[in-house]
């Protein structure tokens, strides 16, 4: 375990994940409810959903969560710790209902076993508050937003930097609730108080900053958003590594930034970088993947270099179509941005079929979630 753990902690996953598996195989032998089993079952799952191979993190959590309720009962506080981490899962690949239902079964095993203050069902409200929000469930999020509060507040008190992160994440349903404005005085408050409690720029404030930067590049305040991701990169760098995926996100959020201020020497590099290191942790068809050279392609386009930006757009609609399926709205995405390519570049009949197909996807979405 130590040698997944050094090897995870230097960004060699594959070296990490050979430990892992040659671990289990060992606990294997000692019975299907061995200690060792369980602990190697949840770093692999830690393992794979840090690199976001999310299929493969729940099964394996679902193993061990199998593995909880046989040695410790049903209503061990292990199985509901147990049941959040497949949760959180879960809600990395969409499927919101399955989230939502395990973490609701995680809070209820802990109320009922009189456990209803402790800071897991904390965890779990404000995972079903998130739930809601990327639902659009905005009034319901923010009530389990207020219960989880209070919560952190009973067991911590005010300053706690737990209180800050579900502040961020209150921040983020205003948001999406079309309520900007009283979002930033959250993220600044929440920022303040990680500062605070930890000293500037700890990983704690990544997220925030990360929410942060955003705000300010949707509302076109691009050297804020400069500054803000500039400093959660820097943060991301030291605390992860250069060569994690999450690192990866905020290179690709400075690159959009320096893209909008018009300052491409800047740009192109943290694309290129952020690519390659999604390309290397999830793979070459990973929706990260996808997204970056979506978003690189986009950038040689606005330069006029459609030689070097006709390849990506390709390879970014193949990965979208295959990840995502014929009929998904991200689908649309990538056809209308390849399209716009080959229009520029003389073919408008294969720009008007994508851009037909782009519609048809859109007009049948819009069907489903009609009412």
């Given at each position: 375990m130590d040698s997944a753990e050094q090897a995870a902690r230097s960004g060699d996953f594959a070296t990490a994940e050979k430990h892992l598996l040659e671990a289990l195989s060992a606990a294997e032998m000692f019975g299907p409810n061995d200690q060792h089993?369980?602990?190697?079952?949840?770093?692999?799952?830690?393992?794979?959903?840090r690199?976001?191979?999310?299929?493969?993190?729940?099964?394996?959590y679902r193993r061990s969560l199998d593995v909880w309720r046989r040695a410790?009962?049903?209503?061990?506080?292990?199985?509901?710790?147990?049941?959040?981490?497949?949760?959180?899962?879960?809600?990395?690949?969409?499927?919101?209902?399955?989230?939502?239902?395990?973490?609701?079964?995680?809070?209820?095993?802990?109320?009922?076993?009189?456990?209803?203050?402790?800071?897991?069902?904390?965890?779990?409200?404000?995972a079903m508050g998130e739930i809601d929000r990327?639902?659009?469930?905005?009034?319901?999020g923010a009530d389990l937003y207020m219960r989880a509060l209070k919560i952190w507040d009973k067991n911590f008190g005010p300053d706690h930097p737990l209180i800050a992160h579900c502040m961020n994440n209150l921040g983020s349903l205003l948001v999406q609730e079309g309520k900007?404005?009283?979002?930033?005085?959250?993220?600044?408050?929440?920022?303040?108080?990680?500062?605070?409690?930890?000293?500037?720029?700890?990983?704690?404030?990544?997220?925030?900053?990360?929410?942060?930067?955003?705000?300010?590049?949707?509302r076109h305040r691009y050297p804020e958003a400069e500054n803000t991701y500039g400093r959660s990169l820097a943060i991301s760098e030291k605390s992860l590594g250069p060569d994690d995926p999450n690192t990866a996100k905020v290179m690709n959020s400075l690159a959009l930034a320096y893209d909008a201020e018009g300052k491409p020497s800047e740009a192109e590099p943290l694309y290129r970088k952020s690519l390659a290191v999604w390309e290397k942790a999830s793979g070459p068809e990973s929706p990260d993947v996808a997204t970056s050279l979506n978003n690189l392609a986009s950038f040689y386009y606005s330069q006029g270099k459609y030689a070097q930006a006709e390849p990506l757009f390709k390879r970014s609609l193949a990965i979208v179509e295959k990840v995502a399926g014929p009929d998904h709205p991200d689908l649309a995405h990538a056809l209308t941005n390849y399209a716009a390519l080959l229009r520029k570049t003389g073919h408008a009949g294969e720009a008007e079929k994508m851009e037909s197909r782009a519609k048809e996807i859109l007009a049948k979405h819009s069907e489903e979630i009609s009412p």
């Open positions: 089993m369980l602990v190697t079952l949840d770093g692999l799952g830690a393992l794979y959903e690199r976001g191979q999310y299929e493969k993190a729940e099964q394996a410790l009962g049903p209503n061990s506080p292990m199985v509901a710790k147990s049941l959040e981490r497949l949760a959180a899962v879960y809600q990395a690949e969409g499927k919101h209902a399955d989230a939502m239902a395990s973490y609701q079964r995680a809070v209820t095993l802990l109320e009922k076993a009189g456990k209803g203050g402790d800071p897991m069902v904390a965890t779990g409200l404000e990327a639902r659009g469930k905005y009034a319901e900007a404005a009283d979002a930033e005085p959250l993220y600044l408050h929440a920022l303040a108080m990680v500062e605070k409690t930890m000293g500037p720029d700890q990983p704690y404030s990544a997220p925030i900053l990360n929410n942060l930067g955003d705000l300010y590049y949707d």
